[in-house]
């Protein structure tokens, strides 16, 4: 059984980073294909990806949000972990992880989590 | 970067109504394209990718279709379950998704 699950604060301030930890079971960030993106939803708002890292470390990052975005992984944790520095209210949004599968881009998701940013 | 159009925004249909929902690339995307729904409060739901491949454990009352810039996602026979919202993704080239359909009763 695959899941995945964001943590992480449910509050940060402006100007703050935000680091999101998401710890998924089922599979193995080792196998060859497999990818863990993010991805964020403002309330009412549509879907937006930031970032995905790959099973070869490779990384891609959203072009209009590169310069804030750090993603890494811990395979032996099955952990990836976003970053994102200088939060603004803008960015107050759910932020979902989710598996991605080669050819079919993201076939599990986790629950999400509400970051919301504000003084 | 390239952009997905969806249409219409909301969509008002009854049960056991067939549904179509269009999606419209910024540049041809071959079938790098996937379809979501997604309920209030909820994760988005993998339906369809490569286009009109159907996720296993969805209803066979889904399908996709199209390639290039242009795509379709039909529900032949709506249910109650799927008044919900739904999006188009591509993944050809980074991964964007369209605004998103809600289909309403």
């Known amino acids: 059984q695959i899941t995945l699950k964001e943590s992480g604060p449910t509050l940060v301030k402006p100007t703050q980073t935000l680091t999101l930890t998401c710890t998924f079971s089922?599979?193995?960030?080792?196998?060859?294909?497999?990818?863990v993106g993010w991805i964020r939803q403002p309330p009412g708002k549509a879907l937006e990806c930031l970032a995905l890292?790959?099973?070869?470390?490779?990384?891609s990052y959203s072009p209009s949000l590169k310069h804030r975005l750090t993603i890494t992984k811990d395979t032996s944790k099955n952990q990836v972990v976003l970053t994102v520095t200088n939060m603004d209210p803008v960015d107050t949004a759910t932020y979902f992880c989710?598996?991605?599968?080669?050819?079919?881009?993201?076939?599990?998701w986790g629950q999400g989590t509400l970051v919301t940013v504000s003084s | 970067d390239i952009q997905m159009t969806q249409s219409p925004s909301t969509l008002s249909a009854s049960v056991g109504d067939r549904v179509a929902i269009a999606c419209r690339a910024s540049?041809?995307?071959?079938?790098?394209l996937a379809w979501y729904q997604q309920k209030p409060g909820k994760a988005p739901k993998l339906l369809i990718y490569?286009?009109?491949s159907l996720e296993s454990g969805v209803p066979s009352r889904f399908s996709g279709s199209g390639s290039g810039t242009e795509f379709t996602l039909t529900i032949s026979s709506l249910q109650p379950d799927d008044f919900a919202t739904y999006y188009c993704?591509?993944?050809?080239?980074?991964?964007?998704f369209g605004q998103g359909t809600k289909v309403e009763i």
């Open positions: 993704q591509q993944y050809s080239s980074y991964w964007t």
């Open positions: 089922g599979f193995s960030l080792s196998t060859s294909g497999v990818g």
């Open positions: 490569k286009a009109s």
């Open positions: 540049q041809s995307i071959s079938t790098w």
């Open positions: 989710a598996r991605r599968r080669f050819g079919a881009s993201f076939d599990y």
């Open positions: 890292i790959y099973w070869d470390d490779d990384k």
